[in-house]
């Protein structure tokens, strides 16, 4: 009997926004109509739509204005919700006026507000870096950057900020309420126990979210220790696993959790604890070599669905992808 245990080292570096939806309004009124194109001659005709614009001008302009301004207030940007009462808006590259992009922010500030909404992410393209100022001045700030895209965010309720600071080079760690670090002032890994029957890269997930509440993904492993006589004298495997971070606002498991919080790699790695450990030291190096390099400094094992000639039942082959350039 093999007990299958998880570390988990979940990072928050990368953002992905699940919605692939592009940017679009919302409204109710319909555009005005078009002249018709039979009237679209020269002559007495042309004369005659020149008259009747010119009698009917003035109240038009002011219809037009109101049913302009009705339009604009009712039009938002799409957005995604989030599990932790927040929205998602991922901008396309399509041109936008800045001042356009400014009226409709402001709507949707005021719309979502009213929803009760939390944290508001915009990811805006580099194309679309003209859209970073009217968001500033709406009380966006910066929350991480790639190399193609700039990551906003804006917190909506007057209650404290629990947003994470920024999402480059951080880890999700915690402090047990049980165990053998319960008031040690510890700061790990989220851990956890495989199911029977539950495959490595969904329990390191399911894991994640049910300790700290954050949604991941799983990316690979990292590295494996086998040791024997561990649990009632029974062999263990303890997987290193590394997440890509979804969502970010922690909500810590009051039952097993006393803390959780996002922490920089280096005040993680600077703990005296994981210093005095070897085990720990050598998981912290291969983090720093996969922070600074990425692929190319370390490359794990990923997850692959294949069959046997044993079942037609899937499983998981875990394997370096990066090497094999399997996509």
């Known amino acids: 009997m093999i007990v299958t245990r998880l570390m988990i080292v979940s990072r928050s570096s990368i953002l992905s926004v699940t919605s692939s939806k592009n940017l679009s309004f919302y409204s109710k009124k319909r555009p005005l109509s078009t002249l018709n194109p039979s009237l679209r001659s020269q002559g007495k005709t042309n004369r005659l739509i020149l008259g009747i614009f010119s009698s009917i001008r003035s109240s038009m302009s002011s219809s037009m204005s109101r049913v302009s301004s009705e339009k604009q207030v ?115 890994f989220p851990t956890g126990v495989v199911d029977e029957g539950e495959d490595i890269c969904d329990a390191a997930v399911r894991e994640v979210k049910e300790e700290t509440g954050i949604d991941s993904k799983f990316l690979e492993i990292l590295a494996l220790r086998q040791s024997h006589k561990s649990f009632f004298g029974k062999s263990d495997l303890f997987f290193v696993c ?43 190096d291969i983090c720093r070599q996969k922070k600074e390099k990425g692929d190319e400094g370390y490359s794990g094992f990923s997850p692959v669905p294949t069959t046997t000639g044993f079942s037609d039942s899937k499983g998981c082959l875990y394997l370096n992808r990066y090497d094999l350039k399997i996509l």
């Open 74 to 188: 009712e039009r938002i940007l799409e957005a995604k919700n989030d599990d932790h009462g927040g929205v998602i808006v991922e901008m396309t590259s399509e041109p936008m006026d800045p001042g356009v992009f400014a009226s409709l922010l402001r709507a949707s500030l005021s719309h979502w507000r009213k929803e009760g909404k939390r944290g508001v992410w915009i990811k805006v393209p580099i194309d679309l870096v003209n859209l970073v100022e009217p968001a500033v001045m709406e009380g966006f700030y910066f929350h991480h950057a790639e190399p193609r895209y700039l990551m906003l965010v804006h917190w909506l309720p007057s209650s404290a900020n629990t947003l994470p600071a920024n999402a480059t080079h951080r880890v999700l760690v915690v402090q047990e309420k049980n165990g053998r670090f319960r008031g040690s002032g510890v700061w790990k």
């Open 242 to 284: 590394m997440m890509q971070a979804l969502s970010f606002e922690i909500q810590p498991q009051e039952s097993e959790i006393e803390a959780a919080q996002w922490m920089s790699y280096e005040e993680y790695t600077a703990q005296p604890f994981v210093q005095k450990h070897e085990l720990l030291r050598y998981i912290a």
